[in-house]
T-cell receptor, first 114, second 117 residues
Framework: AQSVTQPDIHITVSEGASLELRCNYS??????LFWYVQSPGQGLQLLLK??????LVQGIKGFEAEFKRSQSSFNLRKPSVHWSDAAEYFC????????????FGQGTTLQVKP | GAVVSQHPSWVICKSGTSVKIECRSLDFQATTMFWYRQFPKQSLMLMAT?????????EQGVEKDKFLINHASLTLSTLTVTSAHPEDSSFYIC?????????????FGDGTRLSIL
């Protein structure tokens, strides 16, 4: 069965430090992968997506993610975190079949220390 | 581009009343819309998938008579929580997708916080 795992429930980093949020997926074929960010009390904003091609994907707000098939991972990175990056981050994989459904991970809460 | 508007953002009502939530795609035509429910500190739980002009497909365990979904046009889907009770209090989020291809991302509304007294 398809699944997405975000091993880290909560991460705290200092402002200016680098960030890596982990995401592992279980999927039989080439996955469609997404990272979304959710600020408190709001909906989700798409940060970036991977469909095919270059395995290093650039997104908005200075984020990037790298697809590693051998590790079934799609980790999100940012070289220097800003206080405004504090939020909930969700990794998702497109479900099989042409339904358009997304399977979400449990989310990682990012806290940024001044 | 790809803006999804959800209304209302916050609603409080008495137990037993029905509440309608609207989800609109403002700058694209949404062939498919999705309705999610999110509990505090948890991930999104898909409730149903709505395709324009057809009946919604509900996920297992979601009462279709309780959560009525209508997708009458390519830019509007509505979720009506009928005879709402305190256990229906939650954060409801819609999303919309412009094409049938599975590789198209979903674009999310800002959510509706529903509180039933």
């Amino acid at each position: 069965a398809q699944s997405v795992t975000q091993p880290d429930i909560h991460i705290t980093v200092s402002e200016g430090a680098s960030l890596e949020l982990r995401c592992n997926y279980s999927y039989g074929a080439t996955p469609y992968l997404f990272w979304y960010v959710q600020s408190p009390g709001q909906g989700l904003q798409l940060l970036l997506k991977y469909f095919s091609g270059d395995t290093l994907v650039q997104g908005i707000k200075g984020f990037e993610a790298e697809f590693k098939r051998s590790q079934s991972s799609f980790n999100l990175r940012k070289p220097s975190v800003h206080w405004s990056d504090a939020a909930e981050y969700f990794c998702a994989v497109g479900a099989s079949g042409n339904t358009g459904k997304l399977i979400f991970g449990q989310g990682t809460t990012l806290q940024v220390k001044p | 581009g790809a803006v999804v508007s959800q209304h209302p953002s916050w609603v409080i009502c008495k137990s037993g009343t029905s509440v309608k939530i609207e989800c609109r795609s403002l700058d694209f035509q949404a062939t498919t819309m999705f309705w999610y429910r999110q509990f505090p500190k948890q991930s999104l739980m898909l409730m149903a998938t709505s395709n324009e002009g057809s009946k919604a497909t509900y996920e297992q365990g979601v009462e279709k008579d309780k959560f009525l979904i209508n997708h009458a046009s390519l830019t509007l889907s509505t979720l009506t929580v009928t005879s709402a009770h305190p256990e229906d209090s939650s954060f409801y989020i819609c999303s919309a997708r412009s094409h049938a291809n599975s590789n198209q991302p979903q674009h999310f509304g800002d959510g509706t916080r529903l509180s039933i007294l």
